[in-house]
């Protein structure tokens, strides 16, 4: 199992990234998947998780600009980052809790990072 993020890159004060990741491999359920985040001298943080019904949780100095979602037959899940601020800059990672069995538990799987940098 992989997961490949995306679309990480450079952008100003106020404006929007969109981030993209892929599960492939060999996949049988996907329940949560979510982004977190590092920046440089800190810990990696959560940012935005779904589940597999939909339901959306944020650290609060992202809600209300940022949406993350999910495409369950394309095995994707997506951050849209809007009113992006200078503290938003970090690698971003994307994870998901994935069984490769259908009689298997899920197992946390982790993309290589994008890294998002706000700057004017």
């Not at 996949?27 to 998780?49: D, F, K, S, T």
């Not at 949780?57 to 979602?69: E, K, L, Q």
């Amino acid at each position: 199992v992989q997961l490949q993020a995306s679309g990480g890159g450079l952008v100003q004060p106020g404006g929007s990234l969109r981030l993209s990741c892929a599960a492939s491999g060999t996949i049988a359920i996907i329940r949560n998947m979510a982004w977190y985040r590092q920046a440089p001298g800190q810990q990696r943080e959560l940012v935005a998780e779904i589940t597999d019904r939909d339901s959306t949780n944020y650290v609060d100095s992202v809600r209300g600009r940022f949406t993350i979602s999910r495409d369950n037959r394309k095995k994707m899940v997506y951050l849209q980052m809007n009113s992006l601020k200078l503290e938003d800059t970090a690698v971003y990672y994307c994870s998901a809790a994935i069984a490769r069995r259908a009689w298997q538990g899920t197992r946390d799987y982790w993309g290589q990072g994008t890294l998002v940098t706000v700057s004017s």
